[in-house]
């Protein structure tokens, strides 16, 4: 089992950026395909970025370009790096992560993860 804790949300102006951090507890990280989905109220969980064991990443079409997606096995730690916010990017992000034995897997269904962070708040102003 692993624990997902999610930090770096807050307020930011249209344009600004924000980095997002992901830290699991426990040694297995290394076996984790990670995502990150995001969240307003009366919403579906929506897929952001997802990320494969060895590195091999796939973004949602509204944040292609903007967004990038790394993971540090180091530091037991995925990050969401979001470039040229837009208020339309307002929502709760989470992060997710599931074993999979695949290097190359990405996974990119909100269904498909077993594991969940407490969300972190990310408020873009215009």
């Known amino acids: 089992q692993v624990q997902l804790v999610e930090s770096g949300g807050g307020l930011v102006q249209a344009g600004g950026s924000l980095r997002l951090s992901c830290a699991a507890s426990g040694r297995t990280f290394s076996s984790y395909a990670m995502g990150w989905f995001r969240q307003v109220p009366g919403k579906e969980r929506e897929f952001v970025a997802a990320i494969s064991r060895a590195g091999s990443a796939l973004y949602a079409d509204s944040v292609k370009g903007r967004f990038t997606i790394s993971r540090d096995s180091a530091k037991n730690t995925v990050y969401l790096q979001m470039n040229s916010l837009k208020p339309e990017d307002t929502a709760v992000y989470y992060c997710?992560?599931?074993?999979?034995?695949?290097?190359?897997?990405?996974?990119?269904?909100?269904?498909?993860?077993?594991?969940w962070g407490q969300g972190t708040q990310v408020t873009v102003s215009s």
């Open positions: 997710a992560a599931r074993i999979v034995t695949n290097l190359l897997v990405v996974v990119t269904t909100y269904r498909e993860y077993d594991y």
